[in-house]
């Protein structure tokens, strides 16, 4: 089974993976664009950002387009797109290639700024290959030339890119951001006592402030980033944050209205810790490269069905996951599983850049149990419901409730048992793995008994409302009925869950109320 990793692990290897790599402040996607859907032309239009692109011999990408809207250059022919004069310079830039019709035949493109040579990328699979150039570090006005050189034909989508500016004026040192709870702390290093702006975004299209305006708490860049800071201070404290989210931070000095080259950082506000009994992390499945019907068995187990679903491909949240179809019939879900469901949580993410926004609809018996927020970036979003409380068998669906594509992973509930226990009662009756647990409310030494044909290893778990579990035993169980007890004269007077587990057949798994005295 794959491996679980905390919610800040996870985090932080999305951030590496895509933030650094990924974070673009400006995005050619061709969509305001048009191209003949059959022939080879030439011609121009305007893109986003209104600039302006030329091009030779190209059509649309059509049956082979990466993300929507793309242009394919003709092969043989010196066929390439053509920006007109672009401002702000270029840092490093990102393309998205792939093959146009398939054959065994390598492809290459070469990238061309300001009329100058700067990089190849050469090919030769049927995948998106993703063309990568770092350090081109020109300021000022530049061009963007795109040249297949090649025999055959190369479709070109999402042509990315940070700007570049040589800057008068010093940046801070020494930025750092710390979570702490659900606030970040901010600090950096101003023996100048200069005039600095922190703004701050949660997805990862970053812009930077405009020399010549001038900008106010609560104003916003280009792309939704906001000021959340403007001072002369070393510190800032930015409270009332969502719990698992990524937040991405970047500072400025400001001189008459001239603003230093940034410095970025960023926070992952820690998740609530809870308690989950099953989680679907698709490490079983065997889903194609293709949107498909069909089924297997998952954790745990658990029968999956899909409709309309393939794997994670190149957008992956924790290693095996899938894809639903951008179509409101794309949706996954289970045969009959045992234990009712409480809590539900899952780990959703844009599959593919193009615009849109995400979202997901959650089914227990058929009945509707919330929507997932919308979505439209590409950041790993956590959705979760809690008290569904629906109790005995019953089935699961997630369903697209979109008509883009969403990747969906780590699929976690929590069992749902109706037990004997309320603030007065005496023993705790947990029916479907056969232990009781008394007396309850307990001091110092809690006994349990075992009804149950299983022989194995039971672990027993105490944890406080907040998730920090504060007790673990261990039970091998090896006849019929068996008793024992825990000693917990460590443990403060609260309300706290006991939870049971058999790994052998989590089926068997429960979490009871327990009241200590």
Known sequence: MKKKITTLFLFTILFNNLLFSQVWEHVETFSNMTFDPSYYKTGGGVGDNNIKWNYKIAKASGDFSINGNGIMLRGEYCSYVFSQIINGGVKNMQISLKKGFANDSIRKIDLYINEKYIKSASFNNNDVETFYIDNINIAGDFTIRLFNSSDYQVVIDDISWNSYSVSNVQSINNFQALAVGNSANITWLNTNNDSVIIACHNINYFTNPVNGQTYNVGSSFSGGSKVVYIGTSNSYTHAELQDSTMYIYKIWTIKNKEYSDPLMNFIITPENKEIYNYTETFSKASLSSGYTDGNYIGDNNVKWNFVKT????????????????????????????????SNFKIYLRKAFT?????????????????????????????????????????????????IKQVVIDNIKWSNYVISSIDNKTDVITNNNNGFEFYPNPVKDILNYSIANDENGIFVIEIFKSSGEKVKENYINKYTFLQAGNINITAIAKGIYFIKVSYPKNPQLNSISKLIIE
Do not use: C, W
């Open 354 to 402: 193009g615009n849109g926004s995400r979202q997901v609809e959650v089914f227990v018996n058929e009945e509707s149990k919330g929507m997932s927020p919308l979505f439209d970036d590409t950041l790993v979003h956590i959705f979760k419901i809690d008290s569904i409380n629906a109790k005995g068998g019953v089935n699961l669906r997630i369903q697209n409730a979109s």
């Open 310 to 341: 393939k794997n994670e491909d190149y957008y992956a949240i924790n290693g095996k996951g899938a894809i639903l179809k951008g179509d409101l019939g794309s949706y996954i879900s289970t045969d009959m599983i045992g234990n009712g469901i």
